[in-house]
């Protein structure tokens, strides 16, 4: 479920003392508050999860396929726009492969993450897979799990999208959130509001 910032009922409030020609600039402030403060929030909560998970933020930010390489955006932020007074930031369901945790120089993942244990593979930030193990699949090497009582095998992912959900909620939606956003609008407004008033002969 995304995430949306919808302060239709704010700017409303925020706006009613301002005459027709002064509210003219009020879709282009709300468009450029709302933009900003979805991507404080976004960047703001990607460090945070980054952080308790202990991996690098471009890996909590961004999808990579199995091979390593960017194949898209994990957390993605639809920009309002002044035909859409809204912004939101989708999360992916798919987590993080355990075999996926650091970058190299280049923006690339290194595949090994870990260290095989006896009792299965630490990963990056400390984490123990039990059972776990390295495998050689299509020349990449990654980590699998046994599924309990079969021989077959699946790649364990690090979940970050509940996570992911919780800051963007406390950032966005909450009263805080709200609360970020007038603060953003107003400032913005009084510059556009100064900037037409320098205008006016």
Same mark, same amino acid.
């Given at each position: 479920?995304? #995430? ?14 301002? &005459?027709?020609?002064?509210?003219? #600039?009020?879709?282009? #402030? ?23 998970? @202990? ?11 199995? @091979? *390593? ?37 280049? /923006? ?5 993450? *870990?260290?095989?244990?006896? #009792? ?19 020349? &990449?090497?990654?980590?699998?799990? +046994?599924?309990? &009582? ?8 690090? /979940? ?26 107003? +400032? ?8 037409? +008033?320098?205008?006016?002969?």
């Amino acid at each position: 479920m995304p #995430v949306e910032l919808d302060i239709r009922g704010d700017v409303k409030q925020l706006t009613r003392h301002l &005459n027709a020609v002064q509210r003219r #600039v009020v879709p282009r #402030v709300t468009v450029r508050a709302l933009n900003e403060t979805a991507t404080k929030a976004r960047q703001e909560a990607t460090k945070a999860v980054a952080a308790d998970v @202990k991996l690098p933020a471009t890996v909590i930010r961004k999808r990579f396929d199995a @091979k *390593g390489n960017l194949s898209g955006e994990r957390v993605v932020l639809v920009r309002a726009n002044k035909a859409r007074l809204k912004a939101t930031i989708e999360v992916s369901l798919r987590g993080i492969l355990v075999s996926q945790a650091r970058l190299t120089r280049g /923006g690339n993942l290194v595949r090994v993450s *870990g260290k095989q244990t006896s #009792v299965g593979v630490k990963a990056a930030g400390g984490r123990l897979y039990k059972g776990a193990f390295y495998a050689n699949v299509k020349g &990449n090497q990654i980590v699998l799990k +046994r599924f309990p &009582n079969s021989r077959k095998t699946f790649a364990p992912r690090i /979940g970050v999208r509940l996570k992911l959900l919780r800051e963007f909620d406390q950032r966005l939606v909450s009263p805080a959130g709200i609360r970020l956003f007038r603060a953003r609008f107003q +400032r913005l407004l009084a510059f556009e509001l100064q900037k037409l +008033r320098a205008r006016t002969p």
